[in-house]
Nanobody, 117 residues
Framework: QVQLVESGGGLVQPGGSLRLSCAASRSIFSGRSMGWYRQAPGKQRELVATISSSDTPNYADSVKGRFTISRDNYKNTVYLQMNSLKPEDTAVYFC???????????WGQGTQVTVSS
């Protein structure tokens, strides 16, 4: 079964931390660059961070220095460690392979992150 399952979201105060996980089917994950995306209410989905199949990360300027993307190739899982969270980080977070994301295919249900005092 081809799927992406995101987890780890929740409600956190400004300055707090969360760690998101995304379990992917091997056919999606193996050998592909993976990305974390987010969509805030009323806004388009945006790319937050990517990691190549050789573990090279890249980050949007808005999260650089606060978020860390990583992957476990044995578990077909990609992670997003989010520190120093801000209210503007509030969104539904999704993961996907960049290949499928560019075609707007295979999105999971996402995980809600709310940063509020």
């Amino acid at each position: 079964q081809v799927q992406l399952v995101e987890s780890g979201g929740g409600l956190v105060q400004p300055g707090g931390s969360l760690r998101l996980s995304c379990a992917a089917s091997r056919s999606i994950f193996s050998g592909r660059s993976m990305g974390w995306y987010r969509q805030a209410p009323g806004k388009q989905r945006e790319l937050v961070a990517t990691i190549s199949s050789s573990d090279t990360p890249n980050y949007a300027d808005s999260v650089k220095g606060r978020f860390t993307i990583s992957r476990d190739n044995y578990k077909n899982t990609v992670y997003l460690q989010m520190n120093s969270l801000k209210p503007e980080d509030t969104a539904v977070y999704f993961c996907n392979a960049l290949y499928f994301a560019s075609r707007n295919e295979l999105w999971g249900q996402g995980t809600q992150v709310t940063v509020s005092s």
